[in-house]
């Protein structure tokens, strides 16, 4: 990297005064700062891409609540980092997850246990610098809320500081009410999580349908109803059978936000890298999932097009390159005949 006097110079180049017609005040010229004409070009590995041309207004709770009223489906997907949350967001998504999932669609973990919090921070963080309009949600991993209360009420507090985001999920039914009831009184808002829980896969006998009993169905509505009771201001269900997921959304007052569970929720949510494709054929993909796009078949295309332009010398063409006038070019060759 150049010396930092190097680079304020380059800058400083950059730098024009300002208009004589603009200097009202006084017939002194003006210069812009420094620091503005350094930032008027983007750097090649700018993040934001262009904005939305019709911006949305932000999301909210009130905005979510106002869309349950309405019988408006709720929308939802989860984001890992920042382009797919930029992503997400650009799309209208009414809410973004940075789901636990992650862990297995990201970061190639076998399963959600793994993932500490520190890594499910950073990935908030990241999904939170691209999100200008959905209500981000994150997921708390397993390990930081279960022991009590007070651990998961510092838990949720390190998420809104540090992770960036407006609200956390927690799995677990009318055993984590005590729980919710202490983050939703301290002021964060809380998105229940029941039916198959992933993080409890092991006790549940692996990813395994939920509540396809009669009983299993009540014991359902008995959590639900215990973490309305607690705060959540919706509740995900998680692979449970469509009629059960209808009648249980019919005895809340809060959303619910379905997983595999048919389309009585009140509206639905999925792991974005499962619905648009970004995984080879062959990859197992639960029966619930939709696949909308092929990003897997796409990019590979892009990508073997890009080598076999560098094989064959069609890439960098002369547009892909910055030019140089023959005189300098001249001079630096004369410049380096004896180096």
């Known amino acids: 990297m150049p010396p930092a006097g190097s680079i304020r110079r380059?800058?400083?180049?950059?730098?024009?005064?300002?208009?004589?017609?603009?200097n009202l005040a006084s017939p002194a010229r003006r210069f812009i700062p420094i620091s503005a004409a350094c930032q008027t070009r983007p750097s090649s590995h700018?993040?934001?891409?262009?904005?939305?041309?019709?911006?949305?207004?932000?999301?909210?709770?009130?905005?979510?609540?106002?869309?349950?009223?309405?019988?408006?489906?709720?929308?939802?997907?989860?984001?890992?980092?920042?382009?797919?949350?930029?992503?997400?967001?650009?799309?209208?998504?009414?809410?973004?997850?940075?789901?636990?999932?992650?862990?297995?669609?990201?970061?190639?973990?076998?399963?959600?246990?793994?993932?500490?919090?520190e890594e499910m921070l950073l990935h908030c963080r990241s999904v939170a610098r691209a999100t200008q309009s959905a209500f981000t949600v994150g997921d708390l991993p397993m390990g930081t809320?279960?022991?009590?209360?007070?651990?998961?009420?510092?838990?949720?507090?390190?998420?809104?500081?540090?992770?960036?985001?407006?609200?956390?999920?927690?799995?677990?039914?009318?055993?984590?009410?005590?729980?919710?009831?202490?983050?939703?009184?301290?002021?964060?808002?809380?998105?229940?999580?029941?039916?198959?829980?992933?993080?409890?896969?092991?006790?549940?006998?692996?990813?395994?349908?939920?509540?396809?009993?009669?009983?299993?169905?009540?014991?359902?509505?008995?959590?639900?109803?215990?973490?309305?009771?607690?705060?959540?201001?919706?509740?995900?269900?998680?692979?449970?059978?469509?009629?059960?997921?209808?009648l249980v959304t019919q005895k809340l007052s809060i959303p619910t936000i379905g997983i595999g569970a048919g389309a009585g929720c009140s509206g639905q949510v999925l792991v974005q890298t499962d619905m648009v494709g970004n995984f080879p054929p062959g990859r197992y993909i639960p029966r619930f999932v939709k696949q909308y796009g092929d990003v897997w078949g796409e990019a590979k295309r892009a990508i073997e097009a890009y080598r076999d332009d560098v094989k064959s010398g069609r890439y960098p063409a002369p547009e892909h390159t910055y030019p140089m006038s023959r005189e300098e070019l001249d001079a630096f060759s004369e410049a380096i005949k004896d180096v």
Do not use: W
Not at 10 to 22: D, E, G, I, K, Q
Not at 51 to 67: A, C, G, H, I, Y
Not at 72 to 83: E, N, S, V, Y
């Open 145 to 246: 809320y279960e022991i009590s209360p007070q651990q998961a009420l510092g838990t949720a507090i390190r998420y809104i500081k540090e992770g960036r985001v407006q609200g956390i999920k927690l799995e677990g039914g009318k055993e984590m009410a005590p729980t919710i009831r202490k983050i939703t009184t301290a002021g964060i808002p809380v998105l229940g999580h029941i039916g198959l829980t992933p993080q409890r896969q092991n006790a549940l006998g692996g990813f395994r349908v939920q509540a396809r009993t009669s009983d299993g169905a009540l014991r359902l509505l008995e959590d639900a109803l215990a973490v309305q009771e607690a705060g959540c201001f919706a509740v995900v269900l998680e692979a449970v059978p469509a009629e059960v997921a209808a």
């Open 10 to 22: 380059s800058c400083a180049r950059l730098v024009r005064p300002t208009p004589p017609a603009l």
């Open 46 to 117: 700018s993040p934001m891409g262009a904005p939305p041309s019709n911006p949305r207004k932000t999301v909210t709770l009130s905005t979510l609540r106002s869309l349950h009223k309405k019988g408006d489906p709720i929308t939802m997907l989860t984001a890992h980092d920042f382009p797919s949350a930029h992503v997400a967001d650009h799309a209208g998504m009414d809410m973004i997850l940075v789901g636990d999932s992650l862990a297995m669609v990201a970061l190639g973990m076998e399963d959600t246990s793994e993932i500490l919090l």
